[in-house]
């Protein structure tokens, strides 16, 4: 249930938007939904001022797909991108339009060149190009520099931070915070030996993940690479809103903080890759803080394809298809919501749709599309949610029924197979060689 307190924003017709997506971000990496101490102090500050969803769950596990999912409020099953290799598909409108539309400048500083012009994204005034990646500390100088420029119309702009993607390379001064340990130290094998680095060789991580490991023993280790760099994402996210703050903006300025999908860290056999659609993947923070709101706490299951019908209509905006999603402005209000109450369902297919899962209230279903994948197998798997949250005791000999029931339900994601990147619009070649050198693969 809602922890709000009842509250009308004072209601600006010309509200800036602020979306900050957080790249390969689970939720418990953050300190306020169960992260390490101090890990986000800036997140936090700004949860205490927003409506936190404690239960926000990504569309997908893979990057382009997702942000088009969350730019567009539409399932990638509809709007047909399901690989960082596939283009945009030309007509599709997303945010970005709709509020071009509107009369607002629009601005995307990203930091991953699958979000760049060159993939079909639109919509935006400025988006200046990367090759590669950058930076946290770029992405909020180019976030900064423009939001100091002249300006006489309401804006939106998109941030967006890879660093907590691997490989994790934070600064030395920043990991010192949150390992002090010996990595080698232990009588057990490598990290690296495990057998999940041989099968994602065909990802194109596997040998890269190898050798950023070497001999490491220690789990803790990865993990603190893993939180270090959240760490410092999260001091340039402190940066950007406090330029917000400085400039006088923030007061008239919605601002949405979520992230396209999350990081398995040795959960499932699954290391430092966000391969599988298991919670760890799948589970995203989803902040939201509206002027004139009061701050809470919400318990309802929502998830990123939601984003796009909640800010349509907190800025008065149309978009021109039906969304997947639910409008949250009612739950961001404290105000009781029939439809969002009673949602039971959420599909959550894998990167060119090699798996689907299904959550339907206690229960969740994984099915392989692919049977025989290198790395996700070919078993289905039941998990009763409600008793075994990370998803160990798979009961699918044990509820038939339900596997079955659920199999009906997700039979157009089964039916449509394994999608194939290389029918939609083909990428320069020079394109897919970086994307390679990234770790990504088809």
């Known amino acids: 249930m809602l922890a709000l307190g009842c509250s009308e924003p004072a209601r600006s017709p010309r509200w800036n938007l602020v979306l ?27 949860g205490a001022r927003s409506v936190v969803f404690d239960v926000a769950y ?18 990638s099953l ?21 509020l071009a539309r509107a009369g607002y400048a629009t601005a995307g500083f990203v930091a991953a060149q699958p979000l760049g012009r060159a993939f079909g994204w639109k919509g935006f005034d400025t988006l200046p190009e990367v090759a590669g990646v950058l930076d946290a500390a770029e992405v909020t100088r ?27 390379e934070p600064p030395d001064e920043v990991f010192e915070q949150f390992y002090q340990g010996d990595p080698t130290a232990g009588d057990g094998p490598p990290i690296a030996a495990a057998p999940f680095f041989e099968r994602a060789t065909h990802f194109g991580v596997g040998e890269r993940l190898k050798r950023w490991l070497g001999d490491v023993r220690d789990p803790a280790w990865a993990r603190a690479k893993y939180t270090a760099e959240l760490h410092y994402t999260d001091r340039e996210l402190g940066r950007l809103l406090g330029g917000l703050e400085s400039s006088g903006l923030a007061r008239d300025t919605v601002i949405v903080v979520t992230a396209d ?9 699954i290391y430092y890759a966000h391969v599988g659609v298991y919670d760890e993947v799948l589970r995203i923070p989803l902040l939201v803080r509206v002027p004139g709101l ?103 000999e044990d509820h038939p029924e339900v596997v079955e029931r659920l199999r009906v339900a997700i039979e157009p994601w089964v039916r449509a197979g394994r999608s194939d990147p290389t029918v939609k619009p083909r990428l320069d070649p020079g394109i897919r060689e970086q994307l390679e050198a990234l770790g990504y693969a088809e």
């Open 58 to 75: 990504s569309e997908t596990n893979v990057t382009n797909p997702s942000h088009l999912s969350i730019m567009t409020g539409m399932g």
């Open 142 to 168: 180019r976030a900064l520099d423009w939001l100091g420029g002249p300006r006489e119309q309401p804006f939106f702009m998109w941030v967006h931070y890879w660093n907590p993607h691997t490989l994790y």
């Open 294 to 396: 009061l701050p809470g706490r919400s318990a309802l299951p929502v998830w990123t394809l939601d984003i796009a019908p909640t800010v349509a209509e907190l800025l008065g905006v149309e978009l021109q298809h039906a969304v997947d999603g639910l409008s949250l402005v009612s739950a961001l209000r404290g105000e009781p919501d029939e439809a969002l109450q009673q949602r039971r369902r959420f599909v959550h297919p894998h990167a060119s749709n090699r798996a689907v899962a299904i959550r339907e209230g206690r229960w969740k279903l994984i099915w392989p599309v692919e049977r025989n994948d290198h790395v996700l197998g070919s078993q289905v798997e039941l998990f009763d949610l409600s008793e075994d949250p990370a998803e160990q005791r798979n009961l699918a």
């Open 261 to 269: 999908h999350g990081e398995s860290l040795g959960e499932h056999g």
């Open 20 to 46: 900050i997506t957080l790249d390969t971000t689970r939720a418990d990496g953050l300190s306020l939904l169960g992260g390490v101490e101090g890990a986000t102090p800036n997140l936090d500050a700004l």
């Open 78 to 98: 509809r709007h047909g991108v399901t690989s960082n290799f596939a283009r945009l598909p030309d007509g599709l409108d997303s945010l970005a339009e709709g």
